[in-house]
């Protein structure tokens, strides 16, 4: 018995005994990130630099997102970069600052995980993990990040169908851990005008399929500041659990994704705005 999620091309192995599939699990999946609960009525806005460059750059932005509303803080110290000469990320310095500045703000923190042999040291640092788009066919990396105790977001890979999304997630849950949010960030088209096509019917779609939260990563989706806002408010109002968005203390001085990160000012605005949306669907952004 297979369904067949939303094209007439031969299923690949997503059916209704998956543990991801809703025909599996009615209810809802919460996600637990040291008390921030993902996949109820409140939409949870994750918020902070691509990459944690210094501790003034991740002190100065996880504050003002905080005080704007961004329930975790999130920043890249791995990074997974097309050029090998760009900047990589801080590494394990980058995972203390992180450490730190949470504790500071009281903030749980988010933060990328790319290699199998170091799921155990960024998990004694973050609060949840994220397997990036790039990663998400990463087989051994989804079985060792399902033996953790951290919840993940999970990214959808660019050239990945709903159907290759699910069974990605399934992998994880295999491993004994349900604690995996969805993340919709851009597919590629032929479309160059933006960065990724976010594909926002990917949202209801996972959410008719699947038990486990899904958010909404506007920034990669678009790689356009100015956009930005537009379509986190358009995945608010499509039923997204939550938003991941990339905001910097000076956006054109970032060493990573600068283009498409908000500056502070443009994010405490357009949290007002959100939460007009939030509220005109009966949900609420804290
Ligand atoms: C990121 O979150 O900074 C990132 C690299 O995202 P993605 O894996 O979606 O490209
Ligand atoms: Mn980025």
Redesign the pocket.
Known sequence: METNPGNNTATIGFSISSKVSRKTKPDDTIVDICGIKAGRSEVVIIAGP?AVESREQLFETATAVKNGGARILRG?AFK?RSSPYNFQGLGEDGLRMLRDISRETGLPVVT?VMDTRQVEMVAGYADML?V???NMQNYPLLKEVGLCRKPILL?RGMMATVEEFLLAAEYILNQGNNQVILCE?GIRTFETSTRNTLDLSAVPMLKHLSHLPVIV?PS?GTGLRWMVPAMAKAAVAAGADGLIMEVHYKPEEALC?GRQSLSLSEFSQLMIDLRRVARAIGREIL
Request: proline content about 8%; charged content about 45%; some cysteine.
């Open positions: 691509c890249g997974p990328e994220q990036g788009s790039r990214k960030r990563d990669h994704d």
